[in-house]
């Protein structure tokens, strides 16, 4: 994370901590991250250079950040209910509060992330739900059984069903820790097929 994102001119904290990220149709990376500051949004091109950052109007914390294709909108989990949307501008980097989607469920999200045909997909603890990102309704629910030392973090879409790899297939992506000891964890990818064609 750059100085200037980490701690403000002067002294005093901004942000120490990155959440979920996206890939946007634009050609760059969109983080989300936390702090002292609140939430923001950091924007790097892919070669990991830092651009800028975009502080969040309504957000205090920021764990994930998903773009929607449809609207163009950035959306961003500001409690368990909500995701607020952003406009995020190209060439200066700010953050434009443009509304709310209410979820009919509370979730812990860990990642989000928006399918091609504009719906949301959360990962929680191991489970993957379905939204319509019009009303926010939560159509499907499926995942894994996780233990007591486990943290699931991230999601990703990409159709390995359709682009197979060696080993490796189904539709949402993220990765599984196992929290065993500082110098003893356990890291993987989880791959699990969804429904993609409902949502």
Known sequence: MPSSW???????????????????DDGRLYVAMNGFAGGAIGIFDTNLNPIGLAPLSQNWTAPA?????????FYVPSDSTTFQKYQIGYYTPKATWKGVLKVSRPLNVQ???????????VLQNGVYYGIDGANGAVLIANGISMGSADEAEGLDI?????ERRPGMSGQLH???LENNSLSDDTWWFMHMSAPMGRL
């Open 6 to 24: 980490n701690v403000a001119p002067g002294g005093g904290g901004l942000y120490n901590h990155y959440g979920d990220l996206v890939y946007a």
């Open 65 to 73: 950040v998903a773009y929607n294709p449809k609207d163009g909108l």
């Open 111 to 121: 990642g989000a992330k928006f399918s091609a045909k504009g719906n949301l997909w």
């Open 158 to 162: 990409f159709d390995l069903d359709t």
């Open 174 to 176: 993220f990765q599984l």
